[in-house]
Nanobody, 115 residues
Framework: QVQLVESGGGLVQPGGSLRLSCAAS????????MGWYRQAPGKESELVAT???????TYESSVKGRFTISRDNAENTVYLQMNSLKPEDTAVYYC?????????WGQGTLVTVSS
């Protein structure tokens, strides 16, 4: 059974930092591109960042320079380090594992940026 379990969300003040983790099981982790998506209240889901099997990364323009995605293949875990958080980063963040055959999703973790 495939599981992607996110953790690390919570309430943080503007300018603060959080580190999200996504632990994968039931898949051969190192053959999947891993990604983080988010969905803010009343908005569509958007891709935040991806990291390929070769550790190449992409970022949505509004998070470039503030967020860093990384992966630890030995631990089957992908991370999203989020710095200089803004209220507009408030959303449920979802972990995604994808290759050309299938995609899997986590249950999401809520990040709230508010004073």
């Amino acid at each position: 059974q495939v599981q992607l379990v996110e953790s690390g969300g919570g309430l943080v003040q503007p300018g603060g930092s959080l580190r999200l983790s996504c632990a994968a099981s039931g898949i051969i982790f190192n053959v999947y591109t891993m990604g983080w998506y988010r969905q803010a209240p009343g908005k569509e889901s958007e891709l935040v960042a991806t990291i390929t099997t070769g550790h190449s990364t992409t970022y949505e323009s509004s998070v470039k320079g503030r967020f860093t995605i990384s992966r630890d293949n030995a631990e089957n875990t992908v991370y999203l380090q989020m710095n200089s958080l803004k209220p507009e980063d408030t959303a449920v963040y979802y972990c995604n594992a994808a290759n050309r055959f299938r995609a899997y999703w986590g249950q999401g973790t809520l990040v709230t940026v508010s004073s």
